[in-house]
């Protein structure tokens, strides 16, 4: 984080003093002309770090909408979004395509905001880290395999810096095991498609009721995260609790 300090400077332009002596050959002095009118802001100036689109966004569906012409370096990954429909929402670009004279935009925001079946007006861009009212975390759903019984309570959160997704997970109450693996599923974006890229974060776990340390992983071009313990992800006891309590991923998309 970085700040500017600067002094201020005044520029003070005297001109001549006295009243303008009028004799025999020696002309009135002119009158000063009118100052000019001061230029119009230009569309799409930043305020608070966004940037007025000046475009039209159009519904496509819960998480698309579209925009003419081929704005696909503009609507990059990660780029902060901000829109009115049905309500002020925020999102994050995933990805962006054109075809045909039309950029189809996907954006996230969790299960905090989805996109309404309804017009879109006043939409904003933004680059910077911290547009004002953006918020710092996203919630997201996760789907479970390897249970009979979800856990529940479950906290999933998410943040997006640049093209690297943060994820951080807790859950307060253990469910029940019914398989030797666990799986979250439906993460907020998928993994970059990487050969053999696989990226991993520190957990804590509870397995028929015993707590340890754990990790968890995603795997290249998936959106599951894969929890595991000791030596693997398939160790897990068939019966019992089973949780994963505590944990924090970052992966590429």
Not at 107 to 117: E, K, M, P, Q
Request: hydrophobic fraction near 40%; charged fraction near 10%.
């Amino acid at each position: 984080m970085s700040h500017t300090t600067a002094a201020n400077r005044i520029d003070r332009f005297a001109g001549p003093t006295g009243s303008p002596i009028e004799d025999e050959g020696q002309g009135a002095q002119g009158a000063q002309g009118a100052q000019g009118a001061q230029g119009a802001a230009g569309a799409g100036a930043a305020t608070d770090g966004w940037t007025a689109a000046g475009e039209t966004w159009t519904y496509a569906s819960a998480s698309t909408f579209t925009v003419a012409g081929d704005l696909t370096s503009k609507y990059s990954k990660g780029l902060k979004i901000k829109l009115t429909n049905s309500g002020v929402k925020f999102f994050y670009v995933v990805s962006s395509s054109h075809s045909v004279g039309t950029t189809t935009v996907t954006i996230t925001g969790g299960s905090d905001y989805t996109l309404a079946n309804a017009a879109i007006t006043l939409p904003y861009w933004a680059n910077v880290d911290a547009p004002a009212s953006f918020p710092d975390w996203f919630n997201f759903t996760p789907g479970f395999t390897g249970f009979s019984a979800n856990p529940t309570g479950t906290i999933a959160k998410f943040r997006i810096t640049g093209t690297t997704c943060h994820i951080a997970l807790r859950q307060p109450n253990s469910g029940t095991s019914n398989a030797t693996s666990f799986t979250l599923t439906s993460l907020p974006v998928t993994a970059k498609n990487i050969a053999s890229m696989a990226w991993i974060g520190a957990a804590q776990i509870e397995n028929a009721g015993t707590v340890n340390e754990g990790y968890v992983a995603v795997d290249s071009n998936t959106s599951v995260l894969l929890v595991g313990f000791g030596s693997g992800v398939t160790g897990w006891t068939a019966s019992g609790s089973k949780a994963c309590r505590i944990a924090h991923i970052s992966y590429e998309f």
